[in-house]
């Protein structure tokens, strides 16, 4: 049996508008993107807040892929809705509007029967309330947390004391060199892991990821795929896969690590070959096995 994973973050309508096209009113948010990536390989304890316009039908998705929703809050209002536009290279993207809604006064609380959960991730909040989240949580195997511009400005006190907590931060590349100081990925690294974590993962959208660990430094490509839809959520999926992988395996070691960051590449490859969520309402595990295949041969050197 895998180990449980606990994620919090924000649970969202989004409306996405990408040189492909555009979606209204989707599903999104970063605990929700995490929680379906990382359902392929373990139970997941999901943490957020929705308004009361929230769809049977949307909780219905999740409990489908076995995610537990006794940590998914429902407030008095409307759900956090975020409008977003990708530039030509889609690694640009524009926020146009954000409404908070109900996020707005977000407290997470967590269940009883979450508190064991051995893996976690803090996704994208504001930092005392991920650390509020860490503080509930029994003796956690291994923490991780995502981060933003927003809070590597506005709260970096807050950040850096979490970070002394977190064994993983997984990042883009913007963003490690806002927090570290330097653009150059080798340098910021080295300065993050003083920070506290063990290990970061830098996201570089369509050019991979690098994982850094003070005995590893791991490249991964992104997989490359024809056509790219909408990017939304890749950087969420990534992680669940990642956190999904390793609570499966149930132990960090630089081989579940390295395999965690390739099925995290995996899964977000999917991710952004369809508007929103729609590729995970009939993704499967065999899917997922047979482009994890494909991306060894991708990047078999010896080319055997
Ligand atoms: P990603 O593309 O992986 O960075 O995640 C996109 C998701 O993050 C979308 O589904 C949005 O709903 C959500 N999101 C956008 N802005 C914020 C924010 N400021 N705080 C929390 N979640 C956000």
């Not at 892929?65 to 809705?81: C, H, K, P, Q, S």
């Not at 290990?199 to 990821?209: D, I, Q, S, T």
């Amino acid at each position: 049996m895998s180990d449980k994973v606990c994620v919090v973050g924000s649970v969202a309508f989004d409306s996405i508008e990408t040189p492909e096209g555009r979606a209204d009113d989707v599903l999104g948010g970063a605990s929700t993107y995490f929680s379906v990536a990382a359902s392929f390989f373990a139970p997941v304890n999901m943490v957020g807040i929705v308004g009361s316009d929230f769809p049977e039908q949307e909780k219905d998705f999740l409990a489908s892929r076995g995610i537990n929703l006794d940590g998914l809050v429902e407030a008095e209002g409307e759900t956090f809705r975020w409008h977003g536009r990708y530039h030509e290279n889609m690694n640009v993207r524009d926020t146009l509007d954000l409404k908070l809604n109900v996020f707005e006064h977000f407290a997470p609380e967590l269940p009883q029967s979450y508190r064991d959960s051995e893996f976690v991730f803090l996704a994208n909040i504001q930092p005392s309330l991920q650390a509020r989240v860490l503080e509930q949580l029994v003796g956690p195997k291994f923490v991780g947390a995502d981060t933003m511009d927003h809070w590597i400005e506005e709260s970096r006190d807050e950040l850096l004391a979490l970070l002394a907590n977190v064994d993983l931060l997984s990042i883009n590349d913007s963003e490690a060199a806002l927090l570290s100081g330097t653009g150059n990925m080798v340098g910021a690294a080295k300065r993050v892991l003083e920070m506290g974590p063990d290990h970061l993962v830098v996201k570089r959208g369509e050019y991979g990821a690098l994982q850094f660990s003070s005995d590893d430094v791991f490249a991964v490509p992104a997989f490359p795929l024809e056509t790219v839809i909408d990017p939304t959520g890749a950087g969420d999926t990534f992680a669940g896969g990642l956190f999904g992988s390793l609570a499966e395996a149930g132990e960090i070691n630089k081989k579940s690590l390295r395999r965690a960051v390739v099925y995290g590449s995996v899964v977000a490859s999917f991710t952004v070959e369809r508007f929103g969520m729609e590729r995970f309402k009939s993704l499967t595990r065999d899917d997922i096995e047979r482009r994890y295949g494909a991306f060894m041969a991708l990047t078999d050197f010896h080319g055997d």
